[in-house]
């Protein structure tokens, strides 16, 4: 009866935890006020990750119930004052064997949807277009290989005044000048690199985090699967301003995204071009 209460009293904890997911109003992956649990997916990667980490959630509650009533049982029925003769009992192959074989067993059951998942992250299917992102202190940089070649930076926005007639609301910490702006839908593979020390792109709501190493590309990929707006920060500690270089994804229809990429084309560098900045040409 007791531990049945106890259950019940965990269940409802639970549940409540999984209904505060909030659902944002207008599309916006970022963390939110008294929001619980992971933050609400925008990319099937990312869907997947969150039921795998509520099931790991319901079984590690059932397991550290089990664990808790058998202590119960142990302090209420084998007391010095409810027992006052103790067994002598110091060995059973049975229940050794039992409390080794079954937390194995788990393990190996845990292991198998885990691996799968690890897996879906790590390859890359057949990618529509690249990005490149490039971490520098303390700022973000990016490449389009496949439009064009153009480079732009990204840098955290002061204030509102700054973004003023843009059509995207201002998130202190998170918004940045320039977004990564992606066509949603479509299997986007990001390549991260640094220019100076180890620094992280991370998109919680897409379910990407990778380390941006100097000297070395790794690779990443994403698919938002509705237009938004997806906050991140710089994951990998960097130095004075590791708070302070956000990334701004950006998922809109392809028809936007390549309007964005003629714009882009004429406002930006072309990667690795000698600008003549005294002549502005
Ligand atoms: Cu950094």
Redesign the pocket.
Known sequence: MFNLKILAFFSSLLSMLFISNHASADNIGQAVPWGLNLREPFSGLMAEMVVFHNGLLWLITIISLFVLALLVIIVVKFNAKANPKPSKTTHNTFLEIAWTAIPVLILVIMAVPSFKLLYKTDVIPEAHMTIKAI?H??YWSYEYPDHGNFTYDAWMVQDAEEIEGQDRPFTRLLTTDTQVVIPVGKVIRVQMTSTD????WTIPSLGVKKD?VPGRLNEIWLQADREGIFYGQ?S????TN?GY?PIEVRAVSEEKFLSWVEQAREEYAKVGEDIDLANNK
Do not use: F, P, T
């Open positions: 971490g202190q303390w020390v180890l620094h992280s941006a710089c990998e500690l960097c130095g590791h270089m």
